[in-house]
């Protein structure tokens, strides 16, 4: 996807420090999905923090999205039948508009649609419609935000697809980028 938008991606191994990532000089971070228990990947929330503490523009999925909810001081926690397939309704909850999302993980940010406990920083973005789980957050002042869907899948529903958009306008407004965003 971001071929389509002509951006260079660099790719870097999963435990590169905060300084090599920012020694890349990026104009965004997108932090990937992944398999697995957030919990277990313990170095990643003080790396995000310092690339966050620097005003560069992130956006997670999946796997991104708990790690964002975990440097923030949110819980994840393991869900009892996860999330798998397509066609799982996620409430935008600024517009109340409807999206249609393919999904797989098993494990979800602790909260609900009214907050995140432990990560006051953060606001709920998103809820899933069948489980009241969260979807997706950002955070209330830095531009970072997370989806705990797959916008990027195919084929499947394309309903979270400008989610991608909304990244690359933050990454394109340079350092700090726009700040939240409705």
Same mark, same amino acid.
């Given at each position: 996807?971001? =071929?389509?938008?002509?951006?260079?991606? !660099?790719?870097?191994?999963?435990?590169?420090?905060?300084?090599?990532?920012? =020694?890349?000089?990026?104009?965004?971070?997108?932090?990937?999905?992944?398999?697995?228990?957030?919990?277990?990947?313990?170095y990643a929330?003080?790396?995000?923090?310092?690339? =966050?503490?620097?005003?560069?523009?992130?956006?997670?999925?999946?796997?991104?999205?708990?790690?964002?909810?975990?440097?923030?001081?949110?819980?994840?926690?393991?869900?009892?039948?996860?999330?798998?397939?397509?066609?799982?309704?996620?409430?935008?909850? =600024?517009?109340?508009?409807?999206?249609?999302?393919?999904?797989?993980?098993?494990?979800?940010?602790?909260?609900?649609?009214?907050?995140?406990?432990?990560?006051?920083?953060?606001?709920? !973005?998103?809820?899933?419609?069948?489980?009241? !789980?969260?979807?997706?957050?950002?955070?209330?002042?830095?531009?970072?935000?997370?989806?705990?869907?797959?916008?990027?899948?195919?084929?499947?529903?394309?309903?979270?697809r400008p989610?991608?958009?909304?990244?690359?306008?933050?990454?394109?407004?340079?350092?700090?980028?726009?700040?939240?965003?409705?």
């Amino acid at each position: 996807l971001f =071929a389509e938008h002509d951006c260079r991606v !660099t790719v870097v191994p999963a435990q590169t420090s905060a300084d090599e990532a920012l =020694a890349l000089e990026p104009g965004g971070v997108f932090l990937s999905n992944g398999p697995g228990d957030p919990a277990a990947v313990d170095y990643a929330p003080s790396t995000v923090r310092a690339i =966050a503490d620097r005003g560069v523009p992130i956006f997670g999925i999946c796997l991104g999205h708990q790690i964002l909810g975990l440097t923030y001081g949110a819980r994840t926690m393991k869900m009892s039948y996860g999330h798998r397939g397509g066609n799982h309704p996620v409430k935008e909850i =600024a517009t109340g508009r409807v999206l249609i999302t393919t999904q797989n993980h098993g494990f979800a940010v602790e909260g609900s649609e009214e907050e995140i406990p432990g990560a006051p920083e953060l606001e709920v !973005t998103h809820v899933n419609l069948n489980d009241g !789980t969260i979807e997706g957050l950002r955070h209330r002042e830095k531009s970072i935000f997370a989806v705990q869907y797959h916008p990027e899948a195919a084929p499947g529903p394309h309903d979270a697809r400008p989610a991608f958009d909304e990244f690359l306008d933050r990454v394109r407004s340079g350092p700090g980028g726009s700040g939240p965003s409705s």
